[in-house]
């Protein structure tokens, strides 16, 4: 037993309820010139709701296909940052022995423990504090 799909759509409910009056008021009155006016007009109020209804209908079917495509985007963005993280979470950057290393990384770092002890140094006379004794070079982890 096959199972039926059923639709909904977003639908302005002020215009159809001044369409039924209209027609409640044209079923109740008679067939003269003015009510033959006046049922063409609802027939045309009637189209330009349908075409407004189609016109929305279709917006809502491309925009879902546009969120579609996005959220397919975000998947195949999220996989690849997950993979990105597993493997730097495999591959700790910090373990680098310390006969790989070249002396003008080790001569770098000693310029920059420098250059922030005197930073601290010169923050700490500005604030009038006593100042700490410079950070002393701890060896990296082997």
Known sequence: MPIEEEEYELVPVGPLRRIEKRMEKIEKGGTNNEMV????DVVRTNQKIIDEVVKINSEMINKVSDLN????ELTERMGDFLERVEVSE???AAAIAPEQRSPE???RIEKLEK???SLLLST???????APMPLQRR????
């Open 90 to 92: 495999s591959e700790p």
């Open 69 to 72: 495509a996005k959220v397919s």
């Open 105 to 107: 990384v080790d001569h």
């Open 115 to 117: 250059r922030i002890n």
């Open 139 to 142: 060896p990296l982890p082997v």
């Open 124 to 130: 700490m006379k500005a604030k009038q504090i006593r």
């Open 37 to 40: 006016k006046e049922l063409i």
